[in-house]
């Protein structure tokens, strides 16, 4: 449950299309103590983060998956750390 798979959705007319995809991994244990802490606080109370911030109807959104829980994020509260490991590949 150390590694966290990563899939960035969403954004303008949902951005990608069936064969662009967002996705990314990171070790849990390699990001900063913050970091772990924002992680771990998501995890356990997915439904207080709050939604996309005003102007922002066409931001993107993670989906952060640890073991068998996925939460979906909105890109302002994920770390940037998170946010950085994510890469575009075509399927």
């Given amino acids: 449950m150390d590694r ?3 899939e960035r959705v969403g ?3 949902g951005f990608g299309g069936p064969h662009l995809k967002s996705r990314g991994e990171v070790t849990l244990s390699d990001l900063s103590a913050a970091d ?3 992680v771990e606080q998501l995890f ?3 439904g207080k983060v709050p939604a996309a911030r005003r102007g922002q109807a066409d931001a993107f959104s993670y989906r952060i998956t640890r ?3 996925t939460i979906e994020v909105p890109e302002h509260a994920v770390p940037p750390a998170i946010r950085n ?3 575009d590949v075509l399927e």
Avoid: D, F, R
């Fill in 36 to 38: 772990q802490k924002t």
């Fill in 85 to 87: 490991s994510v890469k």
């Fill in 67 to 69: 073991g068998a829980q």
């Fill in 11 to 13: 954004g303008v007319a």
């Fill in 4 to 6: 966290l798979k990563i």
């Fill in 44 to 46: 356990a109370e997915p």
